[in-house]
């Protein structure tokens, strides 16, 4: 077992005492792609509860469909925990090189640090889309979870952006300027989805009776 699944093999009280610990990582990172992950699983949740109730039949192929990508997005998205938690060693190597070689390779080793949270923000704006749909057509008991969902998905992936913007701002290499801009616009949609769930729930919610 490497250190990636260590990680991810640690009980939840232990994982955050980690989060909160001096060792440089898991970091930032991995807590918006833990959280974007626990996202996905309310959508999965939502969809499920969708699926044979004869209420939404007409939602139920579209929540299948729903239910599948989610589940893919939560694997990947665990998957990204370890993969974020590795990413900054790569520039922790680069600082200790001498000043010739420093460059080039702190460069590289930035941009490619910004690989993991540029795809914890690809994901996370899907997580939402997907959330949207569910608070749209799904369940409407499930109504909050979606709305949740989507809200806890498009925060992870603005975090996940800032940090692309961080890591990638820092680099000169071939390739940093399209990676920041393909974040941003994950973020873009990631808010937009919100917005749509957000909605949605306001309309769909149970309303008190007049007395």
């Known amino acids: 077992m490497d250190a990636a699944d260590d990680l991810l093999a640690l009980p939840l009280g232990e994982l955050l005492a980690r989060l909160a610990s001096e060792a440089?990582?898991?970091?930032?990172?991995?807590l918006a792609a833990i959280a974007a992950a626990g996202a996905a699983a309310m959508v999965e949740m939502g969809a499920t509860l969708t699926i044979g109730r004869e209420r939404y039949a007409a939602s139920w192929a579209e929540m299948e469909v729903v239910r599948g990508r989610a589940s893919e997005l939560r694997m990947a998205l665990v998957r990204l925990v370890a993969e974020d938690a590795d990413a900054y060693t790569g520039v922790l190597t680069a600082l200790r090189l001498g000043e010739d070689e420093r460059p080039a390779a702190l460069d590289a080793a930035a941009l490619a640090a910004a690989e993991p949270p540029r795809r914890i923000v690809e994901a996370a704006a899907e997580v939402a889309e997907l959330a949207a749909r569910v608070a749209e057509v799904g369940n409407v008991n499930l109504v909050g979870d979606a709305m949740t969902a989507a809200v806890i998905s498009e925060a992870a992936g603005r975090a996940a952006t800032s940090l692309v913007e961080i890591d990638a701002g820092m680099s000169r290499a071939p390739g940093a300027v399209a990676t920041l801009?393909?974040?941003r616009a994950d973020s873009v949609r990631a808010a937009e989805a919100r917005t749509r769930a957000l909605a949605a729930a306001d309309m769909r919610r149970p309303r008190a009776r007049p007395r």
């Open 181 to 183: 801009v393909d974040a």
């Open 24 to 30: 440089p990582s898991p970091a930032g990172g991995a």
